[in-house]
């Protein structure tokens, strides 16, 4: 059973175009997060979700809009897609513990390529 | 600078050679320091991770935290061409201050030839 997916896995697009990336966790999570990163495997932390909450927020353009449906779901809308918006997109989710820290799982990653 | 330095390489090395793999940060806030391996074309998976400054040992892994220095490393023993893939080192200032947030370091890969 895949923990964390996300659909789709490529995704070629020309510049000026709207996508979305969507990520599913069977986890039972309630925490959820999108990473970008790039060509030089960078990996920064974009949103994070809790129990659909946005929690984190990083200085990210506006053209980019998470949404959480449900804990187990959130997703990425892009608007007006730049070349530099190429990356690869990955969808975390982990469980708060009371204590110490928690294990966030990856999924597998979104191949974005603006051409 | 980035908050989080890490040689990006590649690493190569024969098999059963002791891999070395280190990062630097700056921000003394860290509390939780992790190593995560992603293979080509998959995402990050958490392989160890150590509260505060120490040693932890798991297997042919040993990660060590000198929050002096600042400065974290990861060991293989007897290194294997499984292991070959990108290491990234990702560091959190812990729950008690907000909701988990990890930094991470640019990644090394590792390459070990048969």
């Known amino acids: 059973d895949t923990a964390v997916s996300q659909t789709p896995k490529y995704l070629v697009t020309q510049m000026g175009n709207d996508k979305s990336i969507k990520c599913e966790q069977n986890l039972g999570h309630d925490t959820m997060y999108w990473y970008k990163q790039d060509s030089k495997k960078f990996l920064k932390i974009m949103f994070s979700y809790n129990n659909k909450e946005l929690i984190i927020n990083e200085t990210v353009p506006n053209r980019f809009s998470p949404k959480s449906p449900d804990k187990a779901h959130l997703n990425l809308h892009i608007n007006s897609l730049e070349l530099g918006d190429s990356a690869v997109y990955f969808c975390?989710?982990?469980?708060?513990?009371?204590?110490?820290?928690?294990?966030?799982?990856f999924g597998p990653g979104t191949r974005l390529t603006v051409l | 600078q980035k908050e989080v330095e890490q040689d990006p390489g590649p690493l190569s090395v024969p098999e059963g050679a002791i891999v070395s793999l280190n990062c630097t940060y700056s921000?003394?806030?860290?509390?939780?320091f992790m190593w995560y391996r992603q293979y080509s074309r998959k995402g990050p998976e958490l392989l160890m991770y150590?509260?505060?400054?120490g040693n932890k040992e798991d297997g042919r892994f040993t990660a060590q935290v000198d929050k002096s220095s600042k400065y974290i490393s990861l060991f293989i023993r007897d290194s294997q061409p499984s292991d070959s893939a990108t290491y990234l080192c990702a560091m959190s200032a812990g729950p008690n201050t907000g909701f988990q947030k990890l930094v991470f370091g640019t990644g090394t890969r590792l390459l070990v030839s048969p």
């Open positions: 921000n003394s806030a860290f509390q939780y």
């Open positions: 150590t509260y505060s400054s």
């Open positions: 975390a989710s982990s469980q708060r513990p009371s204590g110490g820290l928690d294990t966030q799982y």
